[in-house]
């Protein structure tokens, strides 16, 4: 799996978008961008993956650079529920393999 | 998504002794993934079960510790053995299942106190 860098921690006012950047310079052609959460202790929940294109959904949008080295996990509007660790993963799809975490970025949404 | 059933979800143990945590779910999966995540830290993964093979374990894991059973395609076991203070953690299980992208998902944790 290409290794990825994120910030270790970012705050966000409430309702403002919350952009949580990702570097992953070595990612291979066929690798997708995953994007984890983990709020206090519960498993991780997907939030949103893509490979090249922009993806959305109805909690974020991923942003994927058009030379794929880096994205941009967006919350539009974040709330103080969208406090979590976020995890950005770059892993082949349907790889049978177990998804390898990193640090992730600790996400504080102040009121 | 697939949904992950995983029991108990939180215990308090005494040192020495063990705890069998339970992973079920919903539809037949090929692979079960278990992760330990140590207070504070992220998670790291501890084995690989395939039905009908035995587990296969990351460096730092070893068998005898963490024993895992897998009798079918949608349940397998953690066990943790002799237990210490260091093994106080969050276990979880996860699976692959590619229904419209969702990927990998996880079911809840155990919360495991050991004193």
């Known amino acids: 799996d290409a290794k990825t860098t994120q910030p270790p921690s970012m705050d966000c006012a409430e309702g403002r978008a919350a952009n949580l950047p990702c570097n992953h310079s070595t990612i291979s052609g066929n690798e997708y961008v995953y994007w984890y959460r983990q709020i206090h202790s519960q498993g991780p929940q997907y939030i949103i993956h893509?490979?090249?294109n922009n993806e959305t959904n109805e909690m974020a949008s991923l942003i994927i650079t058009e030379d794929r080295k880096s994205s941009t996990l967006i919350l539009p509007h974040a709330t103080l529920r969208d406090t979590a660790v976020y995890y950005c993963i770059v892993r082949v799809a349907n790889s049978g393999y177990a998804l390898n975490f990193g640090k992730g970025t600790s996400l504080l949404v102040t009121p | 998504s697939a949904v992950i059933s995983q029991k108990p979800s939180r215990d308090i143990c005494q040192r020495g002794t063990s705890l069998t945590i339970q992973c079920q779910v919903d539809?037949?999966?090929?692979?079960m993934f278990w992760y330990r995540q140590q207070p504070g830290q992220s998670l790291t993964l501890i084995a690989t079960?395939?039905?009908?093979?035995?587990?296969?374990?990351e460096s730092g894991f070893v068998i005898d510790k963490f024993p895992i059973s897998r009798p079918n395609l949608t349940f397998s076991t953690l066990t943790v053995s002799n237990m210490s203070p260091e093994d106080s953690s969050i276990y979880l299980c996860s699976v692959e299942l590619d229904r419209g992208g969702y990927g990998y998902t996880f079911g809840s944790g155990t919360r495991l106190t050991v004193v």
């Open positions: 893509g490979l090249k």
């Open positions: 079960a395939n039905q009908g093979s035995e587990a296969t374990y």
């Open positions: 539809s037949q999966v090929t692979m």
